[in-house]
């Protein structure tokens, strides 16, 4: 141990002149180095949110296969949950579990075995954690390491191309807003999805249900999708968008698939939706739960002429906005009252909220759901709280 600070810009550079499969390991061994650790590992959060699986290092003999954790009720649920640092010790030394995240999006756990901690010691594990989850983000495009990390189920063909259709963050915090989404999927995969893009003047969201279950629902969603993401990338509002998703999925698709789009200007706050034959939005104002009722254009892809229009939702400053897919309302889901959750839930973060929610629904389906069930909680801070915090490009 040499017990020098942290140098973040010397363990970056070290992680970026390693191999993408082995940049965790540089961190790790920096940490053994600065401050005696004997234990250090990244925990990554599964799929589907039940378990922890630790990434093995490089040097580790192949156990037959991943170890796991099971995360209800375990430290790493305190710590992804509550985002703190947590520290316990005992005779041999202090033991700390640091959060992973990147802008909210919770990657998962560092965890490691130190002889001793102080306030300055803890302040590096936390930079080094944080750190860590930048290292993680940028290299998971160049290697399949962190991805496998997470499957600790078998995926169908179905269900991975449902997953490659998500965006690569569940959460992602700003100024004006933090916003988080997710999906539990049905035992026969359903064709949910959601979408988002901060771009400089604007907040792109989506939700949407493609019709069908399998891999038929799956290549509808893509289409839906990949449309969407096509029109918005070339500066098209989201008129524009549904038009291109409803030609896409009518020339090339066989089914329909609902959907909301909304655009949100990041200056002035106004949104602006389009509701394509999907459920109404929750939205809670001043501890009041109500539905933003809708005018509902048609699908996309439905066989005949249609025009989409965009319609203008009120958003104020501490407004929460929760989308939702028909899988969150109907059959045995709408034994669960969502409205009183949104309502329970108020002081939650929207990752929480995403988490509460889906889980209720899981359980009202005992484990089996006959379709997905997809959740996006959009919190809107206002326009003028701080310094702009995105900067992605132009697309209004």
């Known amino acids: 141990m040499d017990g020098g600070r942290l140098e973040l810009d010397e363990v970056l550079r070290a992680a ?44 580790e003999p ?111 915090e700003a100024a004006q807003f933090t916003l988080a989404g997710g999906l539990v999927p049905a035992d026969d995969i359903g064709g949910d999805t959601y979408d988002y893009a901060v771009n400089r003047n604007t907040l792109h969201l989506s939700v949407t249900d493609a019709m069908g279950h399998d891999t038929d629902s799956a290549l509808l969603a893509t289409l839906t999708v990949n449309a969407l993401r096509g029109a918005r990338r070339a500066g098209c509002g989201i008129t524009e968008q549904a038009r291109a998703a409803h030609e896409a999925v009518h020339d090339h698709g066989r089914g329909m698939t609902t959907g909301q789009l909304l655009s949100i200007s990041l200056d002035s706050g106004a949104c602006r939706l389009v509701n394509a034959g999907h459920p109404w939005p929750l939205r809670l104002r001043q501890g009041r739960v109500e539905e933003v009722p809708l005018k509902i254009d048609f699908p996309f892809g439905i066989p005949f002429p249609v025009t989409y229009e965009a319609q203008e939702l009120g958003l104020l400053p501490g407004d929460r906005l929760v989308l939702v897919t028909d899988g969150m309302q109907e059959r045995g889901a709408d034994a669960v009252d969502l409205s009183a959750l949104v309502r329970a839930t108020c002081e939650e973060h929207p990752r929480e909220v995403v988490r509460t929610l889906t889980e209720a629904v899981h359980d009202a389906y005992r484990g089996h759901l006959p379709d997905d069930a997809t959740t996006l909680v959009l919190d809107w801070h206002g326009t003028d709280s701080c310094a702009r915090t995105t900067d992605a490009g132009s697309n209004a």
């Open 62 to 172: 192949d156990k037959g296969g991943l170890e796991r954790v099971d995360l209800c009720g375990s430290v790493y649920e305190r710590v992804l949950r509550s985002q703190r640092l947590h520290e316990e010790r005992d005779e041999e030394g202090v033991r700390m579990v640091a959060p992973v995240t990147n802008r909210g999006d919770c990657i998962g756990v560092l965890e490691l075995s130190l002889p001793s901690a102080d306030d300055d010691v803890r302040d590096q594990i936390a930079q080094a954690a944080h750190a860590l989850a930048y290292i993680v983000v940028t290299d998971r495009r160049f290697t399949d390491l962190y991805h496998w990390g997470r499957r600790t189920t078998r995926t169908s063909l179905a269900a991975e191309i449902q997953y490659q259709l998500l965006p690569s963050a569940s959460c992602c």
């Open 16 to 59: 970026e002149d390693a191999a993408p499969v082995d940049s965790v390991d540089v961190v790790a061994e920096n940490l053994k180095k600065r401050f005696g650790a004997q234990v250090v590992s990244l925990l990554l959060a599964d799929l589907i949110g039940e378990e922890m699986v630790r990434l093995p290092h490089a040097d």
